[in-house]
Nanobody, 124 residues
Framework: QVQLVDSGGGLVQAGGSLRLSCAASGRTFSSVAMGWFRQAPRKEREFVAAISWNGARTYYADSVKGRFTISRDNAKNTVYLQMNNLKPEDTGVYYC?????????????????WGQGTQVTVSS
C-alpha cells in the first residue's frame, strides 16, 4: 500500500520557522518529482513547491520564493519543506504529493499520490 505521511506542522508566530516532512512507504519515489501544496480555509488548494526526481531542479510559488526551501533525501524516501519567515497568509493544511513524472510542476493533476496533510498556523 502506497502511503505518504506528512508531519511537522504546528502553531508558530509570524517570522518563525517550521520544517515539514513527508515520508513515503509502499514504493520508492526516487524516480519521480515530489511537491507540496496547501489549502487555506475557504480557498482552493494551491501549489507551494516542487522538486525533480534527483533534486537538481526546484520550483516555487512566487509567494514563497526566498522563504521556503524544498529538498529530498531519496535514501530515506523523504521530502522536506523548510519554511522560514512565516506569515499569517501561510496558514493552511499542507499536503505533499508524488508526481507521475520526473520533473515537477505546479499542476496538481500531475500528482497521483497525496499525503493526509499537516496543519500550519501562523499567528500575527
Amino acid at each position: 500500500q502506497v502511503q505518504l505521511v506528512d508531519s511537522g506542522g504546528g502553531l508558530v508566530q509570524a517570522g518563525g520557522s517550521l520544517r515539514l516532512s513527508c515520508a513515503a512507504s509502499g514504493r520508492t519515489f526516487s524516480s519521480v518529482a515530489m511537491g507540496w501544496f496547501r489549502q487555506a480555509p475557504r480557498k482552493e488548494r494551491e501549489f507551494v513547491a516542487a522538486i525533480s526526481w534527483n533534486g537538481a531542479r526546484t520550483y516555487y510559488a512566487d509567494s514563497v520564493k526566498g522563504r521556503f526551501t524544498i529538498s529530498r533525501d531519496n535514501a530515506k524516501n523523504t521530502v522536506y519543506l523548510q519554511m522560514n519567515n512565516l506569515k499569517p497568509e501561510d496558514t493552511g493544511v499542507y499536503y505533499c504529493a508524488a508526481s507521475r513524472y520526473e520533473y515537477g510542476s505546479s499542476w496538481s493533476n500531475e500528482y497521483e499520490y497525496w499525503g493526509q496533510g499537516t496543519q500550519v498556523t501562523v499567528s500575527s
